[in-house]
């Protein structure tokens, strides 16, 4: 079965200071991993795909197979970046037919 | 706006009525879905479209949920017989046909069994 586990559900950090938001999954393929995010009283929005070996808004992540982890990672955050973020694995090789999210990590950057 | 579109924004209703909500997607997208999210919990799938013909549907999907795209474009989840249970917020997501295309939402539909 796959699953997406997200051990933090609230996670306060300070401007400027580093943020990394935790994601695990279980799934016995290749995954396909996402980041989406949802900023307050706005809809989910994808933030960032493993596919893309993409960064933005100075967010990243890396796929660690062997620790089945994608970590969300940002150097400097910012009083922008506070929302609920969301760790979600597609089991489906090619496509996002059947996203599988986490619970969620709720971030608050504190000026 | 050229988003995703879903009515109502928020729906009460008494137990063991029906209710149906609507989404229209991002117009040229051929790929649509259904999400709940109840409190606390990430989006979990319901089921998903392509086109016209509903390809998958969760286990979560009871008898009692049924969702139609009838032309390939806009889509009606309905529930019979709600049950407090449902109550959660309801999400369609479209995308284009592809390869990691990414699913854009829409606001929801906040659903409320009294």
């Known amino acids: 079965a796959q699953r997406v586990t997200q051990p933090e559900k609230l996670l306060s950090v300070f401007k400027g200071a580093p943020v990394e938001l935790k994601c695990n999954y279980s799934y016995s393929g290749s995954p396909e991993l996402f980041w989406y995010v949802q900023y307050s009283r706005q809809r989910l929005q994808l933030l960032l795909r493993h596919i893309s070996r993409e960064s933005i808004k100075g967010f990243t992540a890396d796929l660690n197979k062997g620790e089945t982890s994608f970590h969300l990672k940002k150097p400097f955050a910012q009083e922008e970046d506070s929302a609920m973020y969301y760790c979600a694995l597609s089991p489906t090789q090619g496509g996002s037919e059947k996203l599988v999210f986490g619970k969620g990590t709720k971030l608050t950057v504190n000026p | 706006d050229t988003g995703v579109s879903q009515n109502p924004r928020h729906k009460i209703t008494k137990r063991g009525q029906n209710v149906t909500f609507r989404c229209d997607p991002i117009s040229e997208h051929n790929r649509l879905y259904w999400y709940r999210q109840t409190l606390g919990q990430g989006p979990e799938f319901l089921t998903y479209f392509q086109n016209e013909a509903q390809l998958e549907k969760s286990r979560l999907l009871s008898d009692r949920f049924s969702a139609e795209r009838p032309k390939g474009s806009f889509s009606t989840l309905e529930i019979q017989r709600t049950e407090q249970g449902d109550s959660a917020m309801y999400l369609c997501?479209?995308?284009?046909?592809?390869?990691?295309?990414?699913?854009?939402f829409g606001s929801g539909t906040q659903l409320s069994v009294l």
């Open positions: 997501a479209s995308s284009r046909a592809g390869t990691y295309e990414k699913l854009f």
